[in-house]
């Protein structure tokens, strides 16, 4: 990183954060505690970004409540009762509302407001921001804050605009929800959001059609209930499940079981995988045998015994098939955990249709019309997904230094030190931005924040004006980020998680987007660059 002097103008603020959800919320508390001047800008008109917008019917963690809650203070650990296993949007909503007025943060967050450009100027080594209404806000530090999945999408289906009926995506779900009972409801996707959103709907619906095409491997998510008592214990072991989420890979509280799973005993290995499948969470995608997300035997295997719960599940043999993927391994994409998603199958009232089969042409004033026929339906829902990781940052017009945009930059996938840091865009850190750690989403961002606030805090007591990574850094790990991936089945399927979209100019082929080499191992990375003193700082 570099460090430049300080023009003599006096900016806005000292440091402005871009987005007020898990990570805004916690970044907002840090920089405050460093003394700075600081403001949010937040799109929407309250806190909780992923929590404010998702609010489809089944939206929920996936990631036990217990793990997901900030950790940072003991006393709002004490203070907040979780009452499921796996909380539901409307509670995980009411959580994040709850730490902003404790923190009282929103004196600090403009809401409603949209920055829709970055532009950094090299003579003040600031930031001039530019928002939806045209007001220009200077700043010396850039936070993004701005999410993984925030910047969804509409398929590329011609006359999207023409359906005379209720159709919306499901991230701006409407605040007042949606009346689907009896209705004729067809939802294109099936992935995580549409499973949550099928199985919920399909309690309720006159007649639903899922338009498919790519199935996704799903598991059982095994919900329940917190009790006060249960609450009473799992508050008392907080220091124990937090340790526990440190140690390993996702910071769930799954660990890799060590054996091989073809050097494993069949009945042996079938009674741990009926285990895994009976137990809630990710214990069978997280918590699974070593090499089974790298060995394709081994995947091979796991993906046949997943496959035959599928079968048993669904009635009908021709639509189990169809639910079961062929082009990938289970536990190469992000496993959507369900409910009761493939009994929703076998409902009289619910339909089918592979568009790989039989393709959508286009959507019509009444409905959709397919290659074969065409579908009267009274409400759409596209659950088909986000721009994810490098989305949201492509939807702003970033430019820094000489004004380079970023997503040129990054035109051939994302390039950054540690996850954090861009070369050419001093003083812009990115809080989970892409090859960081990622994992369970409040574990990770807590210490993504941290780890940024340990920089500003570095820069403030240096007085330094300019922060910006070298070619080296980016370079050495960017490349240490892809040589630790190489291996991994995942990063060969086509997923967000892997950064493809369809329906998004130039992301069609899978890019390695994560750090993948565990949790643990990116926080040693990290602090032993903080410890250091941040040895790739060209400081001047």
Partial sequence: MSIAAKATEQLDFDAVVVGAGVAGLYQLIKLRELGLRVRTFEAASAVGGTWYWNRYPGARFDSESWTYGYSFSKELMEEWDWTEHFAPQPETERYLNFVADKFDLRRDIQFNTTVTAAHYRDDSNSWDLILHDGTHVTTRFLITAIGILSAPTMPNIPGTDAFEGQSCHTHNWPKGGVDYAGKRVAIIGTGATAVQTIQEVAKTVGHLTIFQRTPNWCAPLNNGKISKDEMDSIRARYPEILARCKETAGCYVHSVDPRKTLETPPDERNAFWEKLYASPGFGIWQGNFSDMLSDRAANAAASEFIANKIRQRVKDPVTAEKLIPKNHGFGTRRVPLETHYYEVYNQPNVELVDVNETPIERITRGGIQTTQQEYAFDIIIYATGFDAISGAFDRMDIQGVGGVRLKDAWANG?????????????????????????????????????????????????????????????????????????????????????GVNRNVEGKQVPRIMRYSGGHPAYRRHCDAIASAGYPLLAQA
Avoid: I
């Fill in 414 to 498: 994302p390039q950054t030190y540690l996850g954090v840091f861009v070369e050419g865009f001093p003083n812009l850190f990115m809080t989970m931005g892409p090859h960081a750690g990622l994992g369970n989403y409040t574990r990770t961002a807590e210490y993504s924040v941290e780890f940024v606030s340990g920089v500003v805090e570095y820069a403030k007591e240096k007085g330094l004006k300019r922060v910006e990574t070298t070619a080296d850094g980016v370079r050495e790990w960017t490349d240490f980020v892809l040589g630790l991936g190489e291996d991994l089945l995942m990063n060969e399927v086509p997923s967000w998680m892997t």
